[in-house]
């Protein structure tokens, strides 16, 4: 059984970083791409950053690109976000997902990913 779990929300003021991180297990971590999306209330999940198995392709949302870096340690099983400059409107419940498709890619569509964590908050205060 897959299970991705998210760590490191929380609350930040404006400008401040923060390092999301998201555990994996049950399915080899290195033969999958991951991604993060986010998700408020009322709105559809969008999606944020996607890396591919070896962390060489990466693929950003335009509204983070320059402020967030998306990486992964495939000895770890872990895939990471790191926010940085962050804005109030970046609050949101962020979700890590595993891809189903070639590893080689970094996927940005919703219908790509197949496993979801249960997303930690993220609160940046104005």
């Known amino acids: 059984q897959v299970q991705l779990v998210e760590t490191g929300g929380g609350l930040v003021q404006a400008g401040g970083s923060l390092r999301l991180s998201c555990a994996a297990s049950?399915?080899?971590?290195?033969?999958?791409?991951m991604g993060w999306f986010r998700q408020t209330p009322g709105k559809e999940r969008e999606f944020v950053a996607g890396?591919?198995?070896?962390?060489?392709?990466?693929a950003y949302a335009d509204s983070v690109r320059s402020r967030f870096t998306i990486s992964r340690d495939n000895a770890k099983n872990t895939v990471y976000l790191q926010m940085n400059s962050l804005k109030p409107e970046d609050t949101a419940v962020y979700y890590c997902?595993?891809?189903?498709?070639?590893?080689?890619?970094?996927?940005?569509?919703?219908?790509?990913?197949?496993?979801w964590g249960q997303g930690t908050q993220v609160t940046v205060s104005s």
């Open positions: 049950g399915r080899t971590f290195s033969s999958y791409a």
């Open positions: 890396i591919n198995w070896t962390g060489g392709t990466t």
């Open positions: 997902a595993s891809a189903y498709g070639s590893r080689w890619q970094a996927f940005s569509r919703r219908a790509d990913y197949d496993y």
